[in-house]
């Protein structure tokens, strides 16, 4: 497939064709604040199927559905109640995604054989132009090939897609960097399936009341290497390298990750180290994909990583894509 790629801070025609693949039923990878996304139109079956295939992504793992104008929900859910309005009210545009009920007319292709549908309404000027555009709910995962980390920037999404897709629409680097906090509206306390930016106690406090973590997620986050929670058999976010991640004090972090990395040199491997500043949650968001691709593109055989401090609720956010980069391998010191 020869794929078109368009500059949509260039021009608005670019927007424009990239919206009429879409409503044509072609495929779209286009920016947004979290990480870029693959689109199609949410209601074309055959579509959906295509974003699986060029992805490579198995057929049960869930798209969420973005939107641009918040009464474009409708068509999607009968599920508007007062929790998703304030959230809604509150937080969109931006890295919120909520699972509600959904309609029959959402193709089960697209929800992965779910009954709930996930919708966001992204903060990024190209993603709302190019929605605003095709004039239907866009489907879409990341933009990245299934199992790699996901895509940050415009030329992460060429590197990927090129040749399986219709269009790249290329615009700003992501500004967030790590995927939208996905919030699930449908069971009796509102839950965090997935850690994004936005914490629970920042949607409790718009709620009023409790929002809690998926336990699979407080499963997950032991650092001592042994217990996997259930669903966490696919690889996820991994980079070509081996990786390893490196937990405890900050200076006895650094102080193994040097030695490993001298140990490991001698033997005639290539090393990499991620390492961000104590604190620096943010930032280590906004950086961690495009280090790990960047140290791919260096041909590093090791990735040595050291570990956020995850009590911090974006720390956290990192460092469930972190570990599930490594594969859940971490050394304690
Ligand atoms: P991606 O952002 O590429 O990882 O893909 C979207 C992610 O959103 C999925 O992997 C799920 O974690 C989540 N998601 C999408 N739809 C649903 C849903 N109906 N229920 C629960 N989670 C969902
Ligand atoms: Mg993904």
């Not at 866009?138 to 790699?148: E, F, I, R, Y």
């Amino acid at each position: 497939m020869n794929t078109k790629i368009l500059d949509a801070t260039e021009s608005n025609e670019n927007v424009q064709i990239a919206a009429d693949v879409i409503r044509a039923g072609g495929l779209v990878a286009f920016p947004t604040e979290t990480v870029y996304g693959l689109g199609c139109d949410a209601f074309n079956a055959e579509a959906a199927r295509k974003v699986y295939a060029a992805k490579g992504r198995p057929s049960d793992n869930p798209m969420i559905v973005h939107i641009a104008r918040a009464s474009d929900i409708g068509a999607l859910t009968p599920q508007i109640s007062t929790d998703f309005v304030r959230l809604a009210d509150t937080f969109w545009p931006g890295p919120l995604t909520m699972v509600l009920r959904k309609k029959a007319e959402v193709p089960d292709v697209t929800t992965g054989g779910l009954s709930t549908v996930a919708v966001r309404l992204p903060d990024d000027p190209v993603a709302l132009a190019l929605i605003r555009a095709a004039d239907c709910p866009v489907a879409a995962p990341s933009a990245n090939l299934s199992g790699g980390p996901s895509p940050t920037k415009a030329e992460h999404v060429i590197r990927d897609l090129s040749g399986r897709v219709d269009v790249i629409l290329t615009g700003f680097d992501s500004r967030i960097g790590i995927e939208s906090t996905v919030l699930d509206l449908t069971s009796d306390i509102p839950t965090i399936l997935r850690p994004g930016i936005l914490a629970n106690y920042q949607l409790a406090a718009i709620l009023g009341r409790e929002v809690i973590y998926d336990p699979a997620l407080l499963a997950g986050r032991t650092l001592d290497g042994t217990p996997k929670a259930p669903g966490m058999k696919y690889e996820h976010y991994a980079p070509k390298a081996q990786m390893l991640v490196v937990a405890g004090e900050q200076d006895k972090v650094r102080a193994e990750i040097e030695r490993l990395k001298g140990l490991n040199e001698r033997l005639g491997s290539a090393v990499g180290v991620i390492l961000f500043e104590e604190r620096a949650y943010v930032e280590a968001a906004h950086d961690f994909y495009a280090r790990l691709r960047a140290l791919d593109g260096e041909g590093v055989d090791l990735i040595l990583a050291g570990a956020l401090n995850d009590t911090d609720s974006v720390g956290f956010a990192v460092m469930n894509r972190m570990l599930k980069s490594a594969g859940y391998k971490v050394v304690n010191v």
